[in-house]
C-alpha cells in the first residue's frame, strides 16, 4: 500500500472529477474483503480502511445503512457521501477522503444507490419518489439524511448523511480539538452563565452545531431549555432539554407545522432558554421578538461566510418575514449580546475566530470589534477572545 501512486488530484487509481469512478479491476484494487481509502491533496498518504470496523473496536455498525454501515461506523466520520455506483466519500475530520466500495458493497449500479435512498428515506419516514425526489430527514440513530433522485440528479440518485456525535463536548475537548483556546472558552462559559443571547454564524460543517451543543451543556442543570429545529440534531449533556421538531406538510400539502410556529408555541412551554437550531428563514421575525420580550439566555445558529456578513444575512431574513431594514437593525441590535463565528480551516479543524457583537450605526446594522460578558445592560469593551484559535 505504502508503495501505491495516487492518480491525478490525489483520487485513487488516477480517477477524474466527473467521470465515472473506476471499478476495482481498473483501479489496481485487490479483490480481498477491504476497500481503500485515499486522502485526496494529501500526496502519499493513502489508507487502508477495513471493510469491517476492528475487532477490538465495538461493532457498533448500523444496519439499517446497509452498503454504508461499516463506514458509518469508523471513528470520527462526520459525513458519508454517495455520487453514484462505487463513487463514495467519507470525511473524519481531514477533508473529504474517496472510498472504493466497489461490487462488495452493493451500490455498483444507479439502481441500488436508488434503492438505498429509498429505503434510508423511509426509515426517516419520508417519501422518495419520481414524484417527491429530494428529502431531508433523520435517521434512526440521530444522522442527517439529504437523498435527491433523477432527473434532479443528474444520472444517478446522491446521498448526504451528516453524522451525529454520540454525545456534547465538554470545555475541556473544546480546547484539545482546537475549537477554541482556554481564553476563549472561559469568556465563552462566562457569557452562558451570565445568560447572554448568542447567535453562532459559520459555514456549513464549521462547528455550529457541535459549539451550540457544548454551550447548552454549561446551562445550569435548574433551567429549562426548549430546542427547535428543522431535524433533531441538538443533543447537549443536560437534564431538563425538550425538542421541537417542525413537521412538513403532507402530499395533500396539508399539516405543516413550521419552525416559525414552534417558536411560538416554545414561549408557552416556560423555558428558561429558547434555542433555534438553525436560523434560515422567517422564523427570524419569532425569535427577534421573543429575544427583545424577555427571554434571554437563547442561542441560535445562523449560516454566514464571516461575522461581519451577519448583518446582511438577518436583513435578507428579515425580509422573508416582511421586516424591514430599519425594524431588523433596531430588534437584533437588542436581542443578541454577542456574535460566535467560526470556521473551518484548511487543515479541517473547526475553530472559534471571532466573538464580537451587533451594533447600530447610523442606523445601520454593523458588528463592532469587542466581545461581551455580560448581556445587554453591560457592554464595556474587551479583547475578542480566541482568536484564529
Known amino acids: 500500500m505504502g508503495g501505491e501512486s495516487l492518480g491525478p488530484g490525489g483520487l485513487a487509481g488516477g480517477a ?15 479483490t480481498d474483503h477491504s476497500w481503500t481509502m485515499h486522502c485526496p491533496g494529501v500526496v502519499g498518504k493513502p489508507c487502508l480502511v477495513p471493510a469491517v470496523p476492528d475487532p477490538s473496536l465495538p461493532d457498533d455498525s448500523p444496519g439499517w445503512a446497509g452498503a454504508l454501515g461499516p463506514l458509518l461506523a469508523l471513528p470520527g466520520v462526520t459525513d458519508v457521501l454517495v455520487n453514484g455506483p462505487a463513487d463514495v466519500w467519507v470525511d473524519r475530520g481531514e477533508g473529504l477522503e474517496r472510498a472504493d466500495l466497489g461490487i462488495r458493497a452493493g451500490l455498483a449500479t444507479p439502481r441500488a444507490v436508488r434503492d438505498l435512498a429509498v429505503r434510508l428515506a423511509s426509515l426517516a419516514g419520508r417519501r422518495l419518489d419520481d414524484a ?26 446522491a446521498l448526504s448523511i451528516r453524522r451525529l456525535r454520540a454525545g456534547a463536548l465538554d470545555p475541556r475537548e473544546l480546547i484539545a480539538t482546537g475549537m477554541v483556546s482556554d481564553s476563549g472558552m472561559a469568556e465563552l462559559r462566562a457569557l452562558v452563565r451570565a445568560r447572554a443571547s448568542l447567535l453562532i454564524s459559520g459555514a456549513t460543517g464549521s462547528g455550529k452545531t457541535t459549539l451550540l451543543t457544548a454551550l447548552l451543556s454549561l446551562a445550569a442543570p435548574t433551567e429549562r431549555i426548549v430546542v427547535i429545529e428543522e431535524a ?27 419552525l416559525s410556529a414552534l417558536v411560538r408555541e416554545a414561549l408557552r412551554m416556560r423555558p428558561d432558554r429558547v ?11 419569532e425569535v427577534l421578538l421573543a429575544f427583545n420580550t424577555g427571554h434571554r439566555g437563547g442561542l441560535v445558529t445562523m449560516h454566514a461566510n464571516s461575522a461581519a456578513d451577519v448583518p446582511a444575512r ?20 437588542a436581542a443578541f449580546d454577542a456574535v460566535i463565528h467560526l470556521e473551518r480551516g484548511k487543515d479541517g479543524v473547526r ?13 445601520r446594522l454593523v458588528v463592532g470589534t469587542a466581545s461581551v460578558r455580560e448581556p445587554a445592560r453591560e457592554r464595556g469593551p474587551a479583547a475578542t477572545p480566541g482568536g484564529g484559535a
Open 275 to 285: 434555542v433555534l437550531g438553525e436560523c434560515r428563514g422567517a422564523e427570524l421575525r
Open 314 to 333: 438577518l436583513t435578507a431574513l428579515g425580509a422573508l418575514a416582511g421586516m424591514g431594514a430599519d425594524a431588523v437593525a433596531l430588534h437584533a441590535a
Open 16 to 30: 477524474v472529477p466527473g467521470r465515472r469512478p473506476p471499478d476495482d479491476a481498473e483501479a489496481g484494487f485487490s
Open 132 to 157: 417527491a425526489p429530494c428529502v431531508d430527514g433523520r435517521l434512526p440513530d440521530g444522522s442527517r439524511l439529504h437523498a435527491v433522485l433523477p432527473p434532479v440528479a443528474d444520472g444517478c440518485a
Open 232 to 258: 433533531g440534531e441538538v443533543a447537549p449533556d443536560h437534564p431538563h432539554v425538550v425538542r421541537l421538531v417542525e413537521r412538513r406538510a403532507n402530499v395533500d400539502g396539508a399539516g405543516a407545522v413550521p
Open 351 to 363: 475553530r472559534v475566530v471571532e466573538v464580537t457583537r451587533l451594533v447600530l450605526d447610523d442606523g
